[in-house]
C-alpha cells in the first residue's frame, strides 16, 4: 500500500471517527464529565478509560493491515513511489481541515487531559494550562503535517525534502511544549506524565499486534505461516527509550512507537498472491 493510500486512510478515519462518534453528542458527554464534581472514582475511571478508546482509535486508523504492507513512518526514509491521485468514496463526508483542526481538543486532548488530571492530581491552574498547551501542541502539530501533506502531493519529487521540514517542525514543537511544562508542573508530576506517556505507547503496541491479527483472520494460513508470523511480529514493534510528553492527544505527533521495517517486508513475503490480493496490497 503505497504513501498516499494510508494518507488518505488517516483522514478517512478521522471522518469515520467524526461521524461514528457525534461531534455534538461527545462535547456534552466530555463537558459533562469535566464539570461533574461529585462523580464517583470508578464512574470517572471507567469514562476515562472509554474517552481513551476513542482517542487510540483516532490515532490508529492508519494502523489497519499495517504489518502485511509498507508501512509509513515519518521517521524513517521510505523507497519512492509513484504519484497516485486517490479519490474519496462518495458516501464519506470530506470534512474541511479547520473544522479537523477546531475538533482535535474534543476528540484528542480531552481524553488524555481528563486521565492526566486524575494521575498527576493537578490544580484548577494547572489544568486550564495544560488544556491550553496540549490544545496548541496539537494544532500546531496538524499545521506541520497539512503543510507536509499539501507540498507531497503537489511537488512528489520533493516529499523528502518537506518530509524533514516537518519532522524538523513537530520537533520544535515538542521542544516548546517541553520547556511550558517545566513551568506548569512539579517535578514528580513530569516524573508521572513520563510513566504515562510510556504506558500510552505500550497500550498502542498491544493494539497493533491486535490489529494484526484481526486482519489476518479473514486469510487460511499455513502452519508455517502462523509460527513465522508469531514470531517476527514479536520484533516489528518497540518502544523508545525517551517518549516526547505530547505525543498522547497530538495524533500528527511522532508516534511514540517505532517500526521494524525489515521484520515488516519479512511478513509481506510470507503471504501468496491470493493472500495478498486478499489484503488489498
Same mark, same amino acid.
Given at each position: 500500500?503505497?504513501?498516499?493510500?494510508?494518507l488518505?486512510?488517516?483522514?478517512?478515519?478521522?471522518?469515520?471517527?467524526?461521524?461514528?462518534?457525534?461531534?455534538?453528542?461527545?462535547?456534552?458527554?466530555?463537558?459533562?464529565?469535566?464539570?461533574?464534581?461529585?462523580?464517583?472514582?470508578?464512574?470517572?475511571?471507567?469514562?476515562?478509560?472509554?474517552?481513551?478508546?476513542a482517542?487510540?482509535?483516532?490515532?490508529e486508523?492508519?494502523?489497519?493491515?499495517?504489518?502485511?504492507?509498507?508501512?509509513?513512518?515519518?521517521?524513517?526514509?521510505?523507497?519512492?513511489?509513484?504519484?497516485?491521485?486517490?479519490?474519496?468514496?462518495?458516501?464519506?463526508?470530506?470534512?474541511?481541515?479547520?473544522?479537523?483542526?477546531?475538533?482535535?481538543?474534543?476528540?484528542?486532548?480531552?481524553?488524555?487531559?481528563?486521565?492526566?488530571?486524575?494521575?498527576?492530581?493537578?490544580? +484548577?491552574?494547572?489544568?486550564?494550562? /495544560?488544556?491550553?498547551? #496540549? !490544545? *496548541?501542541?496539537?494544532?500546531?502539530? &496538524?499545521?506541520?503535517?497539512?503543510?507536509?501533506?499539501?507540498?507531497?502531493?503537489?511537488?512528489?519529487?520533493?516529499?523528502?525534502?518537506?518530509?524533514?521540514?516537518?519532522?524538523?517542525?513537530?520537533?520544535?514543537?515538542s521542544?516548546?511544549?517541553?520547556?511550558?511544562?517545566?513551568?506548569?508542573?512539579?517535578?514528580?508530576?513530569?516524573?508521572?506524565?513520563?510513566?504515562?506517556?510510556?504506558?500510552?505507547?505500550?497500550?498502542?503496541? +498491544?493494539?497493533?499486534?491486535?490489529? /494484526?491479527?484481526?486482519? #489476518? !483472520? *479473514?486469510?487460511?494460513?499455513?502452519? &508455517?505461516?502462523?509460527?513465522?508470523?508469531?514470531?517476527?511480529?514479536?520484533?516489528?514493534?518497540?518502544i523508545?527509550?525517551?517518549?516526547?510528553?505530547?505525543?498522547?492527544?497530538?495524533?500528527?505527533?511522532?508516534?511514540?512507537?517505532?517500526?521494524?521495517?525489515?521484520?515488516?517486508?519479512q511478513?509481506?513475503?510470507?503471504?501468496?498472491?491470493?493472500?495478498?490480493h486478499?489484503?488489498?496490497?
Amino acid at each position: 500500500m503505497n504513501v498516499l493510500k494510508l494518507l488518505c486512510m488517516f483522514f478517512s478515519g478521522f471522518v469515520l471517527a467524526y461521524l461514528w462518534l457525534g461531534v455534538a453528542t461527545k462535547t456534552d458527554q466530555v463537558n459533562s464529565v469535566a464539570s461533574t464534581q461529585h462523580v464517583s472514582v470508578s464512574s470517572l475511571s471507567a469514562r476515562v478509560a472509554e474517552l481513551e478508546a476513542a482517542n487510540l482509535n483516532l490515532r490508529e486508523q492508519v494502523a489497519v493491515l499495517e504489518l502485511p504492507v509498507a508501512s509509513y513512518d515519518l521517521s524513517k526514509p521510505q523507497p519512492e513511489a509513484p504519484y497516485e491521485q486517490t479519490t474519496t468514496p462518495s458516501d464519506l463526508k470530506v470534512i474541511p481541515a479547520a473544522e479537523i483542526k477546531s475538533k482535535l481538543q474534543v476528540f484528542s486532548v480531552q481524553p488524555v487531559l481528563l486521565s492526566l488530571s486524575n494521575q498527576l492530581q493537578l490544580d +484548577d491552574a494547572q489544568h486550564d494550562a /495544560l488544556a491550553q498547551l #496540549l !490544545t *496548541s501542541k496539537a494544532q500546531a502539530d &496538524f499545521d506541520a503535517w497539512q503543510t507536509f501533506d499539501k507540498h507531497s502531493r503537489s511537488e512528489p519529487d520533493n516529499r523528502d525534502y518537506y518530509q524533514q521540514r516537518y519532522m524538523d517542525v513537530i520537533g520544535q514543537n515538542s521542544v516548546q511544549y517541553q520547556r511550558s511544562l517545566e513551568n506548569t508542573l512539579t517535578a514528580e508530576q513530569l516524573e508521572q506524565y513520563k510513566q504515562y506517556e510510556r504506558a500510552q505507547a505500550k497500550l498502542s503496541v +498491544d493494539q497493533k499486534l491486535s490489529m /494484526l491479527n484481526n486482519s #489476518l !483472520t *479473514s486469510l487460511n494460513l499455513s502452519a &508455517f505461516q502462523k509460527q513465522e508470523i508469531r514470531r517476527l511480529s514479536a520484533h516489528i514493534y518497540s518502544i523508545p527509550e525517551v517518549i516526547d510528553l505530547g505525543t498522547s492527544g497530538s495524533p500528527y505527533a511522532n508516534p511514540g512507537v517505532k517500526t521494524n521495517f525489515e521484520k515488516l517486508a519479512q511478513i509481506r513475503a510470507l503471504f501468496s498472491e491470493e493472500q495478498q490480493h486478499k489484503l488489498s496490497l
